[in-house]
């Protein structure tokens, strides 16, 4: 059993099929992180593609690599924070700057996000990176800024349980 995966679980608030990180193959507690995403043919963006299409049509998605890399940057900011963190904090990104893509991923490539922390002040996290496929660079982002917020917040619990009901009352 890979335990890896579960901690990666753990960790990440996500589930399938938005879990677009495989491994963790290196981790820098507050400093670095390397993870794997593995692209196969099964993948729902795949699924209602019709049949003999250019080899250039079953490119993955850049959403998907970006969101991939988004949750590279989340383990490893998780993954850093100490035993006193706020537990109920969610991250989310709040800006990307100077992305590019220079390349693209197909099913059977693994694509390994690179990611690092810039600085980490409060509740926010600067950090940048690079994607690839062997030795070809995806993707390079100059910069990632993630926030955290409370989850009742994020997910609404916060407000509806102070919401008045269909009477006016709460």
Wanted: charged content about 20%; overall charge negative.
């Amino acid at each position: 059993m890979n335990s890896g995966y579960a901690r990666l679980l753990a960790l990440l608030p996500v589930r399938h099929p938005m879990v677009l990180v495989d491994r963790v193959l290196d981790f820098d507690r507050g400093r670095t992180i390397e993870t794997a995403k593995a692209v196969t043919g099964s993948e729902p963006c795949y699924q209602d593609m019709a049949e003999n299409l250019p080899a250039e049509r079953y490119a993955y998605p850049r959403s998907m690599i970006l969101e991939s890399f988004g949750q590279s940057a989340a383990l490893l900011w998780l993954g850093s924070r100490g035993p006193d963190s706020e537990e109920d904090r969610l991250p989310m990104v709040g800006r990307l700057r100077h992305c590019a893509f220079s390349g693209s991923a197909f099913p059977g490539d693994v694509i390994r996000h690179r990611v690092w922390v810039e600085r980490l002040v409060d509740d926010n996290a600067f950090m940048a990176g690079e994607s690839r496929v062997g030795d070809q660079v995806l993707l390079t982002v100059g910069s990632l800024i993630a926030v955290a917020r409370p989850a009742a917040v994020v997910t609404g619990a916060a407000t509806s349980a102070a919401a008045p009901d269909a009477s006016g009352e709460h």
